[in-house]
């Protein structure tokens, strides 16, 4: 079992920045991603990285704007945003332990969100 909390999300202007962690806890896995999801709109990827050898993935949307990386010391992955637009606000779940990194099907455990706003 794998417990993931989200954390750091929160109110922004556009053009802004946020950093959002991920904390796992509990068994080892081979990714952690990132996905978002607006109201009204299905849950999209946005970046992953491997837990071993730290291999990133972006979502075209984000790449040169969002850089994902790990602590590996403290199990967090992290999510920095810059440049925010407000097409970026979304709830952000990271989930953990992928058989297709880039599809939100392929992960088996998720954590709750934490809402990010980008205003105009």
């Known amino acids: 079992q794998v417990q993931l909390v989200e954390s750091g999300g929160g109110l922004v202007q556009a053009g802004g920045s946020l950093r959002l962690s991920c904390a796992a806890s509990?068994?080892?896995?081979?990714?952690i991603g990132w996905f978002r999801q607006a109201p009204g709109k299905e849950r999209e990827f946005v970046a992953a990285i491997a837990w071993s050898g730290g291999t990133t993935y972006y979502a075209d949307s984000v790449k040169g704007r969002f850089t994902i990386s790990r602590d590996n010391a403290k199990n967090t992955v992290y999510l920095q945003m810059n440049s925010l637009k407000p097409e970026d606000t979304a709830v952000y779940h990271c989930?953990?332990?992928?058989?297709?990194?880039?599809?939100?099907?392929?992960?088996?455990?998720w954590g709750q969100g934490t809402q990010v706003t980008v205003s105009s």
């Open positions: 509990g068994r080892t896995v081979n990714v």
């Open positions: 989930a953990a332990q992928a058989v297709l990194v880039t599809s939100p099907v392929g992960y088996r455990y």
